[in-house]
């Protein structure tokens, strides 16, 4: 461990205390696991105390952890990760906070921590379905207004619920089910004999 995440560690340790759920260090980079109530006056203290000053929101993603890796998820099924820069100290940090509810996802909007965050959390509610306290804009951002349901949720399906197509009669762009029939693609492996041996 660098003596720089390490100094880092340390002034993470001292700005939060005891709302620090989970502190990992791992590939060079340090991720800190706060609760969803915690949340906003966390990212607050990172910001304005001096010791960690991380004044740039540089991303922040939805994720969906119901079938993560290879066993049963057991936790809670939606977060939230920002990630923080401090020019001032010149590192990084990894925040994470789960929501507290799978079936309504709820988390403090970072819109009046950071402005950078508001495009940010339209993406992770319009793929995730992640709604954040506080946002005065929260509306879809990369799908149509129509759309129907989250893509990015682990559970939705890959054909989706609805396809669209232009209708000449009609004039206009409409919704109609989806046509398409599931089905399992088997991909068909051919190898030479000596496929790959030096002669």
């Not at 990369?142 to 619920?161: A, E, M, Q, W």
């Amino acid at each position: 461990m660098t003596t720089q995440l390490e100094n880092l560690e340390a002034a993470v340790k001292a700005v939060l205390g005891e709302r620090v759920v989970h502190m990992k260090l791992a590939l060079g980079e340090l991720t800190v696991q706060v609760k969803a109530q915690d949340y906003l006056q966390v990212m607050l203290d990172l910001r304005d105390d001096a010791a960690t000053h991380f004044e740039q929101l540089i991303d922040l993603c939805g994720l969906d952890y119901s079938t993560y890796g290879d066993a049963v998820w057991e936790g809670k099924r939606f977060a939230v990760v920002s990630h923080l820069l401090s020019l001032a100290h010149n590192w990084r940090l990894r925040v994470r906070v789960f929501a507290e509810d799978d079936d309504f996802p709820l988390v403090a909007s970072l819109v009046d921590v950071w402005s950078t965050a508001n495009w940010y959390e339209r993406e992770a509610f319009d793929f995730f379905g992640i709604l954040f306290e506080g946002h005065n804009d929260l509306r879809r951002i990369l799908t149509d207004y129509g759309f129907i349901g989250h893509p990015f949720r682990k559970d939705f399906p890959v054909s989706g619920y609805v396809e669209m197509r232009y209708d000449a009669d009609q004039k206009r762009v409409v919704y109609q089910p989806v046509t398409i029939e599931p089905r399992e693609n088997t991909p068909r492996i051919i190898r030479e004999e000596n496929y790959g041996v030096k002669a």
